[in-house]
């Protein structure tokens, strides 16, 4: 319709600047991208010429075309436009003609033009005039003249109508007669446009250039997950690692309590690669990627009731697809396979599934889980590597350190998140009571020899935010400054520091 033709005149109008700005560029990718984009200079005189600045969706209503593009229309135009100047014309004129000095010339939808005259005057009107309509107050007629008035004014509009959907139309034809040269105009412009878009993103997020290899390893230092980092407010993001390779770290176990990182961390390694393949720098310090065939997921929880697939039966689903379908050069993202049976039913699937990919796809996989045993395999088969996120406990809070440390860990705080998000004191006491009932009966015995150590670099240099925030923020919320005295002020201040400093931030 005429709005995508209007759409398509504002997309035009830019091209001259972009082909501008690419002119510097005579070889590799832009100028090859600027050679395909045209200016269309022809259809862009049509659309600025025949199309008005804000047309309608409908294209048999008229109100399309813009006033000088053709000779015909405007005259119709003039025809239906200029009726009012006619009317009072015509008024002024069967007034003297009668002598009737209140008759009124008016147009409704009902019953179009008409000629009005009051009770007082009816006696006055002439032969000539046929009556049309009684009114309370007097009487409307209709003469030859208005009647041939009318039929013009109706006709210029039907006109009108008609000649705008054919003048439409040959503009609409000019447009398709260059549809495969303006397609490709835009494709190049869409691919310039994400590549200035990944470019951007390179530059502003100091993204860096990641090294190919043919050696199946994947390697990142410090890497940021590029959603992530830009959508925390009150914590820093805690840039992290990842070593994979074909050989003895192919198969990545993390453990570490809820809340902790564990799906960021493995997105972010995904994204990573993916982002690689596209061509695009990387939100980290140093890459090696070898290209994958494919990378496989297997995160969240959803189901397709309507095609008969409970909650379970989506996860297995998934499962199998990526069992049949990864090779040795794959990359597999699974986070908490089996979490939505009973925990001996999912931990088996768990372990044998982990076992399978390691044993006989050999793709490079991250396995994130809350069933503690799985860090045992790290011994029992070669190619899997425990990591886990490092916290801190502190009294009876947790501290994420949003750090991956090697080694597994066999609790997941779980109760301690759901009181960050707010669960009930008597339900979160219970559940306190019946976690050391079940921890004493011990059916899923608790190693303590997995236990890590954090390592003292990962506690300093976990997310300060985290680190000390908490309390300060409380702190500070708590604080009424209105009612303060300034000593009182310098004190709070003070203690703040002091506070700052004890719990080993870097605030500076
Ligand atoms: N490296 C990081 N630096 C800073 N914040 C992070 C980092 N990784 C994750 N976070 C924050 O922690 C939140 C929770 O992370 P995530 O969902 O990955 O945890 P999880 O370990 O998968 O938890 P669960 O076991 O409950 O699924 C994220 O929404 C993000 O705000
Ligand atoms: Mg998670």
Redesign the pocket.
């Given at each position: 319709n005429a709005r995508d033709m209007a759409s398509l005149r504002t997309a035009l109008l830019a091209v001259p600047d972009l082909k501008r700005l690419l002119a510097p560029y005579r070889k590799g990718l832009l100028a090859k991208l600027s050679s395909r984009i045209d200016s269309h200079d022809a259809v862009l005189d049509e659309l600025r010429r025949g199309i008005v600045d804000d047309p309608p969706f409908t294209v048999r209503e008229g109100g399309m075309i813009r006033k000088g593009y053709n000779v015909e229309l405007d005259e119709l135009h003039d025809i239906a436009e200029n009726n009012n100047a006619w009317m009072q014309d015509f008024e002024l004129r069967i007034k003297e003609e009668t002598g009737i000095k209140n008759l009124k010339v008016g147009f409704n939808k009902v019953f179009g033009y008409y000629i009005e005259v009051s009770k007082g005057q009816v006696s006055q009107v002439p032969d000539s005039f046929i009556r049309k309509q009684t009114l309370v107050n007097g009487e409307r007629y209709i003469v030859p003249e208005l009647k041939t008035f009318e039929n013009k004014i109706l006709s210029a509009k039907e006109k009108i109508q008609q000649l705008e959907y054919y003048l439409f139309n040959e503009i609409r034809n000019c447009v398709r007669d260059e549809l495969v040269t303006i397609q490709d105009t835009a494709r190049a412009i869409g691919e310039l446009d994400a590549i200035y878009s990944l470019a951007m993103a390179a530059f502003k997020g100091n993204y860096v250039c990641p090294r190919l290899s043919d050696k199946g390893e994947i390697i990142i230092k410090d890497g940021r997950h590029p959603v992530v980092e830009k959508l925390l407010e009150r914590e820093l993001f805690v840039p992290n690692d990842v070593q994979l390779n074909g050989q003895d770290e192919r198969l990545i176990i993390l453990t570490g309590p809820?809340m902790a990182g564990?799906?960021?961390y493995m997105r972010q390694v995904a994204l990573l690669v993916l982002m690689t393949q596209m061509g695009s720098f990387l939100p980290c310090r140093e890459a090696v990627i070898t290209p994958v065939d494919r990378i496989f997921t297997r995160?969240g929880a959803s189901d397709d009731l309507a095609t008969g697939q409970s909650t379970f039966m989506v996860e297995m689903n998934e499962v199998a697809n990526i069992l049949k379908n990864a090779t040795s050069r794959s990359l597999i993202i699974l986070?908490?396979v089996g979490r939505g049976t009973s925990t001996y039913d999912g931990m088996s699937i768990a372990r044998a599934v982990v076992e399978y990919i390691n044993e006989k796809i050999k793709a490079k996989t991250l396995f994130?889980t809350h069933y503690h045993e799985l860090i045992e395999l790290e011994d029992l088969f070669d190619g899997i590597k425990n990591y886990s996120i490092a916290v801190k406990e502190k009294g009876n809070d947790v501290v994420f350190l949003r750090r991956i440390v090697p080694g597994g860990t066999d609790r997941s705080y779980g109760i301690h998140v759901a009181k960050l998000a707010g669960l009930p004191k008597k339900v979160l006491d219970r559940a306190d009571e019946l976690l050391e009932e079940y921890a004493a009966e011990a059916p899923l015995s608790h190693k303590g020899t997995h236990h890590v150590e954090i390592p003292k670099q990962a506690e300093q240099d976990g997310a300060q935010g985290s680190l000390f925030g908490d309390t300060i923020r409380d702190t500070l919320m708590g604080l009424d400054v209105m009612t303060m005295t300034p000593l009182e002020a310098m004190n709070t201040l003070y203690q703040l520091a002091e506070e700052a400093k004890r719990e080993g931030g870097k605030l500076s």
């Open positions: 809820n564990k799906s960021t995160v986070d908490e994130a």
